[in-house]
């Protein structure tokens, strides 16, 4: 069967950036001149580079155009990330899956009512005020994620650090852990899905790019949930990798 002729496009260009003849940095023609080149309609080019903005390998840029950049997905590599040996040392979770790379990070830290979920979560009632921590994770200028944790406010109250923006070296855990309520183990359940239209103008997702959708549960040694963390991931930035003992 014959591959639509967007993809045929997508693959003259990817083609083109492999045998370095466009290079990372590198300004794309215009959607209208690509589309010239390959005697098809300028709807048909937006899709091509839909295809080529959601695997990476450019990036539009406002008001200036198409440019070549390569991106190496973030490698999200569990239960190591989460280990009590890597927060309590003062190190970021997000250093577990980036190292080195630039990262930005947003934070938002507010009061909010409870949902029926997060209240029968975190043992409140429905419509409490809990602390939300909301992030937006950029990485070498892409946003990649974005995240919003809710704490029970009697936590807040013990370690009163978790509602700053930068909350400290080995972060929100850390400081759980220094007021006695330290994260033993975690529960992560992933949905594969399209984005809202609000998530996908949050991370400016091309046309037809899926999220990973992640809600983690952080549970002290007593088995109380100190955290839920509700976590959307852009599919095509990430690799997500699972380590399992027999």
């Known amino acids: 069967m014959t591959e639509p002729v967007y993809r045929d496009i997508a693959k003259a260009i990817r083609a083109d950036i492999e045998a370095r003849r466009l290079v990372e940095g590198d300004r794309l023609p ?3 001149e690509l589309a010239q080149r390959f005697g098809v309609p300028t709807g048909t080019v937006s899709k091509a580079v839909d295809i080529l903005r959601a695997d990476g390998v450019i990036v539009a840029k406002h008001g200036r ?3 070549v950049r390569t991106f190496g997905r973030i490698l999200r590599s569990s239960p190591g990330r989460l280990s009590q040996s890597w927060w309590a040392e003062g190190k970021s979770i997000q250093d577990h899956d980036t ?3 630039l990262r930005v990070v947003n934070v938002v830290v507010q009061e909010e009512p409870a949902s029926e979920d997060i209240a029968a979560a975190l043992g409140v009632p429905v419509g409490a005020a809990v602390l939300t921590r909301a992030r937006r994770f950029a990485i070498e200028d892409r946003i ?9 406010l009697d936590v807040v109250a013990v370690a009163p650090e978790v509602a700053y ?3 400290g070296p080995g972060g929100i855990y850390a400081r759980m852990a220094n007021a006695g309520l330290g994260p033993e183990t975690f529960r992560e359940t992933l949905v594969c899905r399209m984005p809202t239209s609000a998530e996908a103008e949050a991370m400016a997702l091309p046309r037809g ?3 990973v959708a992640i809600t983690r549960h952080a549970y002290t040694g007593e088995r109380r949930c100190v955290e839920v963390n509700t976590m959307v991931l852009d599919s095509s930035a990430y690799a997500l990798e ?3 003992g027999a």
């Open 165 to 167: 923006t930068g909350p």
């Open 65 to 67: 155009g198409l440019y």
């Open 99 to 101: 190292s080195g790379r």
């Open 30 to 32: 215009t959607v209208r």
């Open 144 to 152: 990649v994620q974005t995240a919003t944790s809710y704490i029970p």
């Open 209 to 211: 790019t899926p999220v």
């Open 242 to 244: 699972y380590a399992f």
